[in-house]
């Protein structure tokens, strides 16, 4: 048997609240077109079409509690789907199950996924009615992928207004400043998370946006700008909540 690799492009949705809510889960869709390379002559008469198929995963995001999240920057953790067509009929196609984890670099624009697990293929290596299929040796097979998505903003910036759980989202309401505003200096744990020190500091995750909106001149985007040693003004908790009628 030959190992089969497969290059692809892959374009992501986010389904849920999550990319304009601060939830914890949240699931992601990716579709995915790609190639076989010739890295083995022998698999070339496998090599028919451009394999395409989709990713659905489901991610918890870390908050930061445990020593190793804050040391691998905050990843997300999960489990993964996949479908995949191989456009060849001795190939067939494969249906995946996995675990991943979602590590991030740059500011977190950058995502990359490792995933571990295993796949169903619906026409493995059969002597005598599938001779041809020689990457597939049995219909159950190991299987890791790696998948990176790229984001030029902030998930989490400018995002629409709604009556309903209008504090879960960016409003562009100011908070004004107070002279019990206290002087805070962020802590790495809060790195490109201020849902969980709004959750710290008031109770919920939903005043995540306060901290931009107070600090105007500070922080331009209110995940990437919270960086560990930037000081900003925190509100005072008892006034922040009056003024808001929460």
């Known amino acids: ?9 892959v374009v992501s949705f986010f389904v849920g609240p999550a990319q304009n809510k601060l939830s914890s889960t949240y699931l992601d869709i990716n579709y995915f077109k790609g ?4 890295h083995n002559t ?6 028919q079409g451009h394999p395409e198929g989709f990713i659905v995963g489901w991610n918890h995001r870390t908050n930061g509690k445990k020593e190793w999240q804050q040391r691998y920057n905050y990843p997300d953790y999960g489990a993964s789907f996949m479908y995949q067509d191989l456009k060849n009929e001795a190939l067939g ?5 996995y675990g991943h984890f979602n590590f991030y670099f740059f500011k977190r624009q950058l995502m990359l996924r490792v995933g571990q697990g295993f796949v169903v293929a619906t026409n493995p290596y059969d002597k005598a009615s599938n001779p041809k299929n020689i990457a597939f ?14 984001k030029s903003s902030s998930p989490w910036h400018k995002t629409q207004y709604t009556r309903t759980g209008a504090l879960d989202i960016l409003r562009i309401r ?11 200096t962020i802590e790495t744990q809060y790195t490109h998370r201020p849902d ?12 995540w946006w306060v901290f931009a909106q107070r600090n105007i001149n500070i922080i331009k985007d209110p995940v990437f700008d ?4 930037t000081t900003i003004f925190l509100p005072n908790a008892d006034r922040l909540k009056s003024s808001l009628g929460i």
């Open 93 to 97: 196609n494969t249906f995946g199950f």
């Open 174 to 184: 100011p908070i004004p400043s107070s002279s019990d505003d206290a002087q805070y």
């Open 35 to 38: 190639y076989i390379p010739l």
């Open 42 to 47: 022998d698999i070339l008469h496998l090599i």
């Open 226 to 229: 919270m960086v560990a040693g």
């Open 1 to 9: 048997m030959h190992r089969l690799l497969i290059w692809c492009f």
């Open 196 to 207: 969980l020190l709004a959750y710290d500091l008031y109770g919920t995750p939903k005043l």
């Open 137 to 150: 040796g049995s219909k159950i097979l190991g299987s890791p992928y790696l998948m990176a998505n790229y």
